[in-house]
């Protein structure tokens, strides 16, 4: 059933273009609209909701964080995004116009469960974005979007990543729409960006022997650190969990901007740091920021190991390994940065003999708070 791969983590890490497309299908009218007729929940509760909440644990929380940015871009609603276990016993305020999405691959993962139980006694709406059909999670919502991502076997989650975000960001646009934040021809226009997706994700996964070497090269690391900014920093904090989760290598993610407030201090000769850079034809000057970061870091020792934008040539001189992804508008830009941390991390693990599939400690879905 892995399909010639020698992992389940790896089959599913190939699996992505397919996971992306296939959570896009059948959400897109013949001429690119959006329709998510699925969602049984009053068009009226959905125009009123003034606070969105994101509840989830580990990979799909970081998921989450990513959809935040562009959930507030797009509909202007305060979207928060709490880790289920960490939001049902603070006393969170959530009320009638609460919406709250509970993001999960399993649709058991007891501590989400709680988290929505709580939410909907307080009134709240629950929208479920799940991988597994008529789970608990989805069965205890007010409705719930699809993720067609598969059954992901391997432990460490991959294309259930991709398909989240994939999911979010439809369930984002349909919002905007809905509540006049933006133009249907808006939303044609974004959809169109995720359209082509999949076949970005497939480059990536391409050019994938450049990352398994670098995996396979540093399979001597004692640590491992991430710095992305804006999109980026879920995304380093997924890179670094992979790491953690089935490598056993101590890894960390950081937002860029934090590193002066304190983890530069942890960089000395010889550190790996991979760094996710923004398009350097975004606005807002984060990529020479972040262009900044890599030159801090690489003046004290680091060992970059840098993940930029095709055509981005700046950056490149800063780098002791660069891994080019494909251009996309910048918040596209997880479905494919995420991709390269992947295969690192299965590929070191593998180099250290572990099995990918089956990290120690772990179980597939988590039924118990
Ligand atoms: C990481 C991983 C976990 C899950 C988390 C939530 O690779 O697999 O962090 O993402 O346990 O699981 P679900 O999405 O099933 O609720």
Redesign the pocket.
Known sequence: EKGGFSSFMDKEIHDQPAAVRDTLLGRLDEKGRLTLDELHIDESVLRSVDKIVVI?????AYAGHVARYAIEHWCRIPTEVELAHEFRYRDPIVTEKTLVVA???????MD?LMAIRHAREQGAKVIAICNTNGSSIPRESDASLYTHAGPEIA???TK?FLAQITAAYLLGLYLAQLRGNMYSDEVIEILDELQKMPEKVQEVIDNEKQVQDLGTQMSDASSVLFLGRHVGFPVALEGA??LK?IAYIHAEGFAAGELKHGPIALIEEGQPVFVIVPSPRGRDSLHAKVVSNIQEIRARGAITIVIAEEGDEDVKQYANHIIYVPQAPSLMQPLLATVPLQVFACALAGAKGYDVDQPRNLAK??TVE
């Open positions: 989830a644990c580990g990979t799909a993001l999960s691959q399993s649709g058991e993962t989400t432990v460490a989650s259930a969990l992979k989760e879905s988590v």
